[in-house]
């Protein structure tokens, strides 16, 4: 993660991404292994999923942790920066829904 000019900014580019805040929220209601992430998020593809996993954990939003058993077991939590931005995610999600509300539905 690197700094910006406004701190806005700086948290902006560290949770922008495809569905990187959703799987923060998803974090919060517990650890999660990789596939329970995958069946929780069905629009992104396994290989976005692992992108964004890598990039939250290099921002040290996320922990991996990696089980020595036979088959490999990983599982993801939240550091505690990931716990304490929850609340403005959180917020952010209330927004969205107001939007939405707001907006004229899709067409099929």
């Known amino acids: 993660m690197k700094k910006s000019y406004c701190p806005i900014d700086t948290f902006i580019n560290s949770i922008k991404g495809k569905r990187k805040g959703t799987i923060i929220l998803h974090l919060f209601q517990g650890n999660k292994r990789y596939g329970e992430l995958v069946k929780l998020i069905p629009d992104i593809s396994e ?32 550091t505690k920066m990931g716990q304490e931005i929850h609340p403005v995610l959180k917020g952010m999600y209330k927004a969205g829904l107001i939007f ?9």
């Not at 992108?51 to 939240?78: A, C, G, H, M, W």
């Open 47 to 78: 290989r976005m999923m692992t992108k964004q996993l890598k990039e939250l954990e290099q921002d040290s939003l996320i922990n991996r942790t990696v089980f020595p058993e036979v088959p490999l077991r990983v599982e993801y939590s939240l």
């Open 100 to 108: 939405e509300n707001s907006l004229e539905p899709l067409e099929s």
